[in-house]
C-alpha cells in the first residue's frame, strides 16, 4: 500500500479501533444467544442499535421480515450494500461463524459512516435473516432490498483464509408419505407402510449418486418413520438437500432426486407430498475486481490466503450467490486457524469466540470498508472522466 493510500485509509482502520470493544462485544452476546432463522429478535436489534449510534438511518422489521434489518448513512451516486447474518444452527449454536460477520458488517458502516459524503458514497448495511436454509437475502432480493446498489460485499469465518468460497446451487425438499396404519404382527397385510417408503427413496438415492456429477450432493434426514414398533407406520417425514455446481446443473439434478422420492411412493402405495421450505440457493459469483481490491487490502493487514490443495472445498452454499447474479458481490473467507474443527461443527462454534474471531472481525470490518473506498476512488475517477 503506497503512502498516500495508507494516510487516505487511516481514518477508517482508526475507527474500527474506536469501536474495537463495541464490536467484539456484540460479537460475543450474538453467540452468546443463538437464535435460529426468521427468530433473530436479539441479534437483529442489536445489529439495528449500533448502526443507530454509529450515525446510519435504520429501519427494522423491513420488507415483511421481522428480523431485517436496512440501515443507510451518505447521499453519493455509488450505493454499496453491506450483508450482516445473524442466525444459528439448531442445537450446535453459531458453528459458521455469523456473530463474526453480523460485527464485522457493522463495524465496517461504522469506519464509513463520517466519510461517505466525502467519498461520494451511499453506504446500506443490510441486515439479512436465515441464510442457514431460509433464504432470507432471496426474499429481500425479491422485495426489492438491493435495488439500486452497485456492489454488495459481506465476509464470512471459515477454518483458514479464502478470497471466493465456491457456493454451490441449492435446493431443499420437505417430503411427507402418508400411508395406512395397522397392527404390525397381526394385521400387517392391512398397512400400507410409510417408514418403507421412505426407505426406497433413500436406496434409491443412494444408487443415484453413483451416476451424479463430482460436485452433486445429495443428503438429508429423516425426521418420523413411525412411533411404535408394533404399528405400520402410516406417516413419515424428512427434509433432503440437493447441490450442484451451477443453477443449469441444479436444474437437471433435482427431477432426477424426484424421481427418487416417487419411487417410494409407488413402491408401497402411499401418498407422497414434496414441497419446498425456502427458495433455491444459486450458486455464488464474485466480482473479480472487487475480489482482487479485497485481497489486497486484507493481505495489507497481514491476512494470509494459502494454496490449497485441490482447491477450495466445494459444497457450501449462501443465499448471498442469488445476490451475486443479479449485483456485483463477493464473498470472503475469514481465516480463523482452527483445523480440525471447521464449519458446521461443535468446535467450529467454540471457535467462533476466541481471539482469532475477534480479530477476524476487526480485519474483516477494515478490509471491507478499504475496499469500498477503492471503490468510490475508482467510481470518481470514471466520472470525472467522463466530465
Known amino acids: 500500500m503506497t503512502p498516500a493510500a495508507q494516510g487516505a485509509k487511516r481514518q477508517p482502520a482508526d475507527a474500527v479501533g474506536a469501536w474495537e470493544s463495541r464490536l467484539i462485544d456484540l460479537s460475543h452476546r450474538i453467540h452468546a444467544h443463538p437464535e435460529l432463522a426468521f427468530e433473530e429478535t436479539l441479534a437483529s436489534t442489536w445489529v439495528a442499535d449500533a448502526l443507530s449510534a454509529a450515525g446510519f438511518d435504520v429501519r427494522h422489521g423491513c420488507y415483511d421480515l421481522p428480523?431485517?434489518?436496512?440501515?443507510?448513512?451518505?447521499?453519493?451516486?455509488?450505493?454499496?450494500?453491506?450483508?450482516?447474518?445473524?442466525?444459528?444452527?439448531?442445537?450446535?449454536?453459531?458453528?459458521?461463524?455469523?456473530?463474526?460477520?453480523?460485527?464485522?458488517?457493522?463495524?465496517?458502516?461504522?469506519?464509513?459512516?463520517?466519510?461517505?459524503?466525502?467519498?461520494g458514497l451511499t453506504v446500506t448495511v443490510l441486515g439479512t435473516p436465515a441464510e442457514e436454509?431460509?433464504?432470507?437475502?432471496?426474499?429481500?432480493?425479491?422485495?426489492?432490498?438491493?435495488?439500486?446498489?452497485?456492489?454488495?460485499m459481506m465476509v464470512h469465518p471459515a477454518a483458514v483464509e479464502m478470497a471466493a468460497?465456491?457456493?454451490?446451487?441449492?435446493?431443499?425438499?420437505?417430503v411427507s408419505y402418508r400411508g395406512k396404519p395397522a397392527h404390525a404382527g397381526a394385521y400387517p397385510e392391512l398397512g400400507v407402510n410409510a417408514a418403507d417408503a421412505m426407505t426406497v427413496a433413500q436406496v434409491a438415492i443412494g444408487l443415484l449418486r453413483q451416476q451424479t456429477g463430482?460436485?452433486?450432493?445429495?443428503?438429508?434426514?429423516?425426521?418420523?418413520?413411525?412411533?411404535?414398533?408394533?404399528?405400520?407406520?402410516?406417516?413419515?417425514?424428512?427434509?433432503?438437500?440437493?447441490?450442484?455446481?451451477?443453477v443449469e446443473a441444479l436444474a437437471e439434478l433435482k427431477p432426477r432426486v424426484r424421481r427418487c422420492f416417487e419411487a417410494g411412493a409407488v413402491a408401497t402405495g402411499c401418498d407422497?407430498?414434496?414441497?419446498p421450505p425456502a427458495p433455491d440457493y444459486a450458486d455464488l459469483r464474485p466480482d473479480a475486481v472487487m475480489l482482487g481490491l479485497y485481497r489486497a487490502n486484507a493481505e495489507a493487514l497481514g491476512r494470509v490466503f494459502p494454496d490449497l490443495p485441490g482447491g477450495p472445498p466445494a459444497g457450501a452454499a449462501t443465499d448471498m450467490g442469488n445476490v451475486s447474479h443479479v449485483v456485483p458481490s463477493i464473498h470472503p473467507m475469514l481465516g480463523l486457524d482452527c483445523l480440525p474443527a471447521v464449519n458446521h461443527q461443535p468446535e467450529f462454534t467454540a471457535a467462533c469466540a476466541t481471539p482469532a474471531a475477534?480479530?477476524?472481525?476487526?480485519?474483516?470490518?477494515?478490509?471491507?470498508?478499504?475496499?469500498?473506498?477503492?471503490?468510490?476512488?475508482?467510481?470518481?475517477?470514471?466520472?470525472?472522466?467522463?466530465?
Open 358 to 387: 475477534d480479530r477476524a472481525v476487526l480485519d474483516g470490518a477494515t478490509a471491507m470498508a478499504w475496499t469500498i473506498i477503492d471503490l468510490a476512488r475508482a467510481s470518481s475517477a470514471q466520472r470525472a472522466a467522463h466530465g
Open 272 to 275: 407422497l407430498m414434496v414441497t
Open 165 to 174: 468460497m465456491p457456493g454451490s446451487a441449492v435446493a431443499q425438499f420437505e
Open 214 to 246: 463430482a460436485d452433486d450432493r445429495v443428503h438429508g434426514i429423516v425426521t418420523q418413520a413411525g412411533t411404535a414398533a408394533n404399528v405400520i407406520p402410516d406417516a413419515s417425514h424428512g427434509r433432503w438437500i440437493v447441490r450442484s455446481s451451477t
Open 133 to 152: 436454509g431460509g433464504g432470507g437475502k432471496i426474499l429481500m432480493l425479491e422485495r426489492g432490498a438491493f435495488e439500486g446498489l452497485d456492489a454488495a
Open 67 to 119: 428480523t431485517a434489518v436496512r440501515a443507510t448513512v451518505g447521499t453519493g451516486p455509488l450505493h454499496i450494500g453491506i450483508c450482516a447474518e445473524y442466525d444459528a444452527l439448531p442445537d450446535i449454536g453459531h458453528a459458521c461463524g455469523h456473530n463474526v460477520i453480523a460485527a464485522a458488517a457493522v463495524g465496517a458502516g461504522a469506519a464509513l459512516a463520517g466519510l461517505a459524503d466525502d467519498l
